[in-house]
């Protein structure tokens, strides 16, 4: 059995948000800094990279993606209050990354990255939003294919490094800030633990 073909897939499109006013536009990837992915990785959402994986390189695309097919429902149960400690450095807060809207790389104790938005930071303790900013919504895509082939040995391979964290140093995916500090003061013990899950490809762009 031949195993599937890992196509490299670039596209630039508008995303809206589908609301009872009407359309909004949340985002944009140009033909000059494409989205660009490889088939097959989970870097997109699935039902993105279906809808997408067999056009043609020129040919255009017009399509929602419901709630299921996209972030899923907001869950309240993703709000977290957690220790002002663990976002410290050397005994400090860390105010210039931690700040009221700003999304920051985390890990948990298992090891797995996800992006948290601050929406309040308190005495004690800081509110993380986990939702994905999409939740809950109705999305349309509307764009064209400006790249559609067979992927590279070369290309699968930086793909593959990419997903399992090599070339991907502190510096290197969003924010140099991994690592742990020497906490104390009225931080506490804790280490300051940031970092990027780095699976995403060209213009900064991720939908998985």
């Known amino acids: 059995m031949e195993r599937p073909i890992n196509k490299y897939i670039a596209v630039s499109y508008k995303l809206y948000t589908v609301e009872a006013d009407g359309k909004h536009l949340v985002e944009e990837a140009t033909e000059e800094h494409p989205f660009q992915f490889i088939s097959g990785f989970g870097v997109t959402l699935d039902a993105f990279e279906r809808q997408v994986a067999d056009l043609e390189k020129g040919a ?117 800030c991994c690592g742990d500090g020497d906490c104390d003061d009225d931080c506490g013990s804790h280490g300051h633990h940031h970092d990027h899950k780095g699976g995403c490809c060209g213009g900064g762009h991720c939908h998985g």
Request: glycine letters at 14%.
């Open 60 to 176: 255009e695309f017009d399509f929602e993606l419901g709630k299921d097919e996209a972030y899923g429902d907001y869950e309240e149960a993703h709000v977290l209050d957690l220790d002002r400690s663990l976002f410290c450095i050397n005994g400090h807060f860390d105010h210039e990354r931690i700040y009221k809207d700003a999304v920051v790389p985390l890990q948990n104790a298992d090891g797995n990255r996800f992006l948290g938005r601050v929406l309040d930071i308190g005495d004690d303790k800081v509110k993380i939003d986990l939702n994905h900013p999409l939740a809950g919504q109705t999305l349309n895509f509307k764009g064209r294919v400006v790249e559609n082939r067979e992927a590279t040995n070369e290309e699968l391979q930086a793909m593959a490094n990419r997903l399992s964290g090599e070339g991907c140093g502190c510096g290197g995916c969003g924010g140099g």
